[in-house]
């Protein structure tokens, strides 16, 4: 057998910039002409970057806030994002309403996007409730936590919106892992087949707890699919018009009965793979502050600032500067957070009876009897209760 | 020697690498990450990344390779992260591990060492707290460990590397932390035979893997209260040490199965039923079972314990087997 570490890239395989992946923002915040994504920006303005650089700093902040109350004892567990701002943002911003989408557990900025509380997020990692949102108000299915499962989700709902000629689409949210389990190729191998309106939008974050993605793939991510019979794009995942672009080009690809195709949109998750981890036992600083270089509200700025001109107006009509763009990102950040906490401060623990709900929809008679064995169980310290009440 | 489980697990995989370089370490983060319990911390760094490999996200190929790699004379440990994940590769498991002897009238065995963390406790929600050994338990061709102690942890791996056919350990995640007391020559201990852990007259509490702290933490509350209480760790849930349980129940009259799984169709069920088939005579009480709420194990930190067997909860099922307190 040959010795070739699995931990270190093969060479001839550099990240960036390579030619192969779509740019259309520099880390500099230079626009670069791309062929292939350019018809799908023309509605492009100073505003509508602003508000992008609004939703990216608000869910960075989102995120920041939820680190630190997993940190307080607040959530039992947060999967940050950090880092991977404008994968979520971009792609979510270019879906429709009626879209459905089925992420893992870290698209909490997809998650607003949809429309979904900040608190509803919270809610659901503190454990005061089984979920965090209404799937029905949002098109948006509950979080995945076993990888890659959610893609077979995602075509078979895709499957339905076909028999049904609508014009929605479904996309499947996953990470560089799980291009490496049965069911994310096996949703390739049925998307393909049956021709179905999906988008599988992969984030190549790099790391899957430990493992770097070169463990998962010898070429890039983005090859792979081309074999399934699904076109596929990369893209600069940092770059939120890059990925933008990508999406609604793939959902409008969907929506025309063009069938499934794939973004790999590769990024970098800044933070760990969950408050759980320490991933400065496996990578180095180095890799993490060449991608820090690379942030993606950083370069979103840099380039307002390079090409905002005295004749831009805010939706007000006010002048549009980067001073104003700033400031109301960070306002909208700080009105985000303030509510967060706010609301915290009101979210009540389920009481022992919450054990027994959902587990059916309809009565069942044994789940019944459990229940009740329990209440009489609990019954039985009621006395004890007031003790330690009366203390 | 003072010591925990993990790290009597981790001694355990290290001088199995040691003594046999046939064996090898693969799963999900195990390399330089150390494990996402940290069992096998600092082996990458000893034996490098050929012996202890970190693979793709792909349970059915790691334990699909494994047996190939076994079939071929290798002794692949391979570790899955949490039970839950072992659902992806059930085919490996149930259909190819656990048939290939048979289906190969007796040409192919598989010397294959499965480990993985099971059960709840750490708030790690619906998709990776389960109890599903005794879902394994059911299959023939496999042999499934439960070790609680860290006697077990150190000793039962290089028995399970020894045996010819598929060995699944599972390991609770609440029991890596545990401290005991380790001879500093432990080694290699039996993989057939249940262990009580205390000797009691009044009651026996039959329980294995993560529930066993708990239930002898009853067993010192019974006593204060004047019920002796017998405790036996399974240690083996296939196949079922029969003997020891018909043992205990002969000599108490009266039975507490313990166990986290679910009470429907389970191991507890197992266990109940063939006491009632060999030992109906003898009992006092009908047995009695503390096992998880049948509900998917909650996130809530306050949910999940209240879905989970607690020493209370033995305690209240032994009072009640003694007759309120004998």
């Not at chain 1, 923002?25 to 626009?31: S, Y």
């Not at chain 1, 108000?137 to 995945?144: P, S």
């Not at chain 1, 793939?250 to 499934?260: I, K």
């Not at chain 2, 707290?129 to 039962?156: K, Y």
């Amino acid at each position: 057998m040959g010795t070739v570490s699995l931990n270190t890239p093969p060479t001839g395989m550099p990240h960036v910039p390579e030619p192969d992946l779509h740019q259309v923002l520099t880390p500099e915040g230079h626009r670069r002409p791309d062929h292939d994504l350019d018809p799908w920006l023309e509605d492009v303005t100073a505003t509508m970057l602003a508000g992008l650089h609004r939703d990216m700093t608000v869910i960075r902040r989102l995120d920041t806030e939820c680190t630190h109350l997993q940190r307080q004892g607040e959530l039992a567990l947060w999967p940050p994002l950090l880092g991977q701002e404008a994968s979520q943002v971009g792609s979510a911003a270019a879906l429709h309403r009626e879209d459905y989408v089925f992420p893992s557990y870290r698209e909490n900025g997809v998650a607003y996007l949809r429309g979904v509380d900040p608190l509803g997020l919270v809610r659901l990692w503190r454990g005061s409730t089984y979920s965090g949102w209404n799937p029905a108000e949002t098109n948006l299915a509950a979080q995945q936590i076993i990888i890659g499962a959610q893609s077979l989700h995602a075509v078979g709902y895709a499957m339905g919106l076909r028999r049904d000629h609508s014009e929605a689409a479904a996309i499947s949210y996953f990470g560089d892992g799980a291009t490496s389990q049965g069911d994310v190729n096996e949703a390739m191998v049925f998307a393909a087949s049956y021709h179905v309106p999906v988008v599988f939008f992969c984030q190549n974050n790099h790391w899957a707890i430990s493992e770097p993605v070169t463990l998962q793939a010898r070429r890039h991510i983005a090859d792979r699919p081309w074999g399934f019979g699904i076109p596929a794009m990369r893209v600069d995942g940092n770059d939120v018009l890059a990925v933008l672009a990508a999406t609604r080009r793939a959902l409008e690809r969907a929506r025309n009965g063009g069938g499934p195709t794939f973004i790999e949109a590769v990024t970098y998750r800044m933070g760990p793979h969950t408050t759980a981890d320490d991933p400065t036992r496996y990578r180095s600083k180095d890799e993490v502050e060449a991608w820090r270089a690379k942030d993606p509200i950083d370069r979103v700025e840099a380039h307002l600032a390079a090409t905002l001109t005295d004749s831009d107006r805010d939706a007000q009509g006010g002048p549009l500067t980067i001073e104003a763009v700033r400031e109301a990102s960070a306002t909208a950040a700080d009105e985000m957070a303030a509510a967060l906490r706010t609301g915290l401060a009101g979210l009540v623990d389920p009481g022992p009876e919450a054990l027994f709900e959902h587990v059916y929809a309809e009565p069942h008679h044994e789940l019944a009897r459990q229940r009740e064995h329990y209440r009489l169980y609990l019954a039985q310290f009621d006395g004890e209760q007031l003790e330690a009440g009366a203390r | 020697m003072e010591t925990t489980y993990r790290e009597a697990m981790r001694t355990a995989i290290r001088e199995a690498l040691l003594q046999d370089d046939r064996v090898f370490l693969m799963g999900e983060d195990v390399g330089a990450y150390g494990g996402c319990f940290a069992v096998s911390l600092g082996l990458f760094e000893e034996f490098g990344p050929e012996r202890v490999r970190d693979t793709p996200l792909s349970e059915s190929a790691f334990v699909g390779a494994g047996i190939g790699a076994a079939l071929n004379g290798m002794r692949p440990i391979v570790e899955i992260m949490t039970v839950n994940f072992s659902l992806l590769a059930l085919d490996q498991i149930v259909n190819n591990a656990a048939t290939l002897l048979h289906m190969s009238g007796g040409q192919f065995n598989v010397p294959l060492v499965i480990r993985m963390t099971t059960g709840a406790g750490r708030q790690l929600g619906a998709q990776h707290s389960h109890s599903l050994e005794g879902w394994f338990a059911h299959v023939p061709g496999l042999r499934i460990l439960t070790p609680a102690t860290v006697e077990d942890a150190r000793g039962m791996l290089w028995t399970a590397l020894e045996d010819p056919d598929p060995v699944l350990i599972f390991e609770h995640g609440s029991l890596y932390n545990l401290s005991g007391e380790l001879a500093e020559d432990a080694g290699p201990v039996d993989i057939h035979a249940a262990a009580v852990r205390r000797e009691g007259g009044d009651v026996s509490l039959i329980t294995y893997g993560g529930t066993l702290p708990l239930t002898l933490e009853a067993a010192d509350r019974l006593a204060a209260e004047g019920i002796e209480a017998e405790v036996l760790d399974l240690r083996t849930l296939r196949p079922l040490d029969d003997a020891a349980i018909l043992a205990t129940v002969v000599k108490t009259h009266r039975a507490v199965v313990v166990d986290e799984g679910w009470r429907s169709g389970s191991l507890s069920a197992e266990i109940s039923a063939r006491i009632t088939e060999s030992a109906f005579y003898e009992l006092d009480a009908p047995v009695a079972r503390v096992c998880s709420a049948e509900v998917p194990i909650p996130y809530a930190r306050d949910l999940e314990l209240a879905a989970l067997p607690s020493a209370e909860r033995v305690v209240a099922a032994a009072r009640e087997a003694v007759g309120g307190g004998g």
